[in-house]
Structure formats: structure tokens, C-alpha cells
């Protein structure tokens, strides 16, 4: 004969399963808010969605910049190609181009902004990409010292699991708020960021210590780097192999100082060439492609006043390259129609 449970017990069972439900309802109603609210605006719901950019850093903002119909260019890379700004590129080129640049990535996140970008626009009047010294990994995974949200950019399971973080939650709250204030800020809708002024509140270009810095030779082997392969090169093939042909394409090795080119023979030289030859190979099997080369010789590269340090320039050499930039996506197109 089977023992009824005493009624503490059952009042315990009840309880816990009371409990269990109601934590089940609220993980349930907050992943529901958070989708609807869509916290960074990926586009996954457009019910609160009002085409604005809400305050915030370039890894996030990413999500709704690239996927803005409203710009048929854009440029992707690090902070080497933040200071190419988009509106001056849509002036000398008619392109409404986005900056979708995010500091401190490399090739595997460049190439993940690529390929959301590409989602939301599969027929792009033209791209810029910055190659710069972290395509040059031994690594085919690229590795990063810092955070990417994939997350925002991947499919729908990664989303969902992404929300289920605690800055997820905060932006959720954050976004609400936003969304309510009838004196909401928004940020630069194309991504233009002049971070000059920054620097100089740091010192660079006046503080003695940051200058003589900016002017310490680099020696052959400060950093490991070999001969290659690298396998940046088949991972841009692929990467390109969704661009359509008629897609104006420009590849920027930017500009560095000229005491941080390595030495001349050097072991380091040789590699740096070997993989911008590489990427240079790679980038052929585009037709309709074009590199600007700012690590060949050019005579700004030894002003000091033109670099905050020996891999990030200024405003004056970011307008000329932009120039460049301009006028290589202007002979594309008109090569095109001949």
C-alpha cells in the first residue's frame, strides 16, 4: 500500500513548480520585450524601429548602419580608415556611402560587417576595405584581444542567445527610455567619427614623451611574422566571390608613419610585401577592382605632423586619401560604361 505524501511535502512540490513556472514566464516575456524592443536595432523587428541611430560605439551601431538601405557604398575596416569620411565620398562620387568601420578588429570581424552589409545589400555601387598589418596573421582564425558581437550580425539561434546577456538586458531598458524621450539624441546616421580631438586631449602631437615615440625606429623583429601563406588570401577570395562584378571595389593598405616601416632586407620587410601581394592576388579575381597603396614611398610619411603615431594619421592625410579613394571608385564606374 503506497504512502500519501505528507501535506508538507506536497505544499513544497507545489510551490517549487509554481516557482519553476514563473521563472519559465519571465525568461519567456523578457526574451519576447527584448525581440520586439530589438535592442540595437538590428532590423529583426521594426515595430519600434524609427530609422534613427541611438547613441552608442561603432560595434553595435554597426547593426543598424549596415543594413540602412539608404547607402549604397561603404567602407569597412579599423580605426586606420575611420578618419575616410562617407559624405565626402558621396559628394565626388554620387554614392551614398556609410562608414561601418569599428576600432581595434581585424579581418574576421571586417569580414562579418562585410557580409551583413551584403545581406541587406546585395548589389552595392561600391566598396572600400582597409587591409592593414592584422590581415597579416599566421592564424586563419584571426583572434582578437578584444569583443565582437557577432551575435548582432549572425543568424536567428545566435540573436536569441545573445540577448540572453546582462548588457543585452541594460540596452533593452535603455532603448525603452530612448525610444520615450520626446528629445531622444541620435548619433551620425552614416557613421562619420572625426576622433581627432580625442587624440590631441591625449597629448598626441604636443605631449614630448608621445613624440619621441612616434619618431623610435621599429626594429626588424619587434613582432613575429613570416613568410607565408596567409590565409587571408583565401578567405578574401571567398569573402569577394559574394561581391557582384559590377561592384566598385577599393583595397586600401593604409598609411603608416615611415619610422614604423620595417627596415630595409629585413626578415620582416620580405613578410609585410609577401602578404600585401597576397592580398593583392587575392583581390584579382574581382573585375572590376583597385588598390591604393599607402605604404609605397609616399613622401607624407615622413611628417611627423601628419600622425598622431606611427600607424594612425591625420585629418589632412585622411582628406587626401579620401581624394584617392574618390577618384578610384570615379574610373571604375566610368571604365565600366565605356
Known sequence: MALAHPPQDRAWRGFTRALLLAMAGLFVAYLALAVVVDPYDTGRSTLLSRGAVRPQGPRTASALRGRDLAYAGAVIGNSHIQLIEPAALTRSTGIPFVQLSVPATGPSEQFALLGWYLKHHPRPEAIVLSADAFWCSDDPSFPSEHGFPYWLLGDWPAYLQGLLRFTAAQETINRLGWLLNPRRKQAVADGWWDYEANYLSQGFGRDPAKKAALERPVGPETEPHHGGPFPVGDRLR???????????????????????????????????????AEVRAALAVHPRN??????????????????????????????????EIAAAIVRLRTHATE
Do not use: K, M
Not at 583595397?251 to 602578404?275: D, I, M, Q, W
Open 238 to 276: 571567398a569573402e569577394l566571390a559574394r561581391i557582384p562584378a559590377e561592384t566598385a571595389l577599393v583595397l586600401v593598405f593604409p598609411p603608416v608613419y615611415a619610422r614604423a616601416e620595417p627596415p630595409a632586407g629585413s626578415p620582416r620587410e620580405a613578410a609585410e610585401s609577401a602578404c600585401r
Open 290 to 323: 583597385t588598390v591604393i597603396d599607402g605604404r609605397a614611398g609616399r613622401s607624407e610619411a615622413n611628417n611627423p605632423d601628419l600622425f598622431f603615431d606611427q600607424t594612425h594619421y591625420r585629418l589632412p592625410l585622411a582628406r587626401s586619401l579620401t581624394g
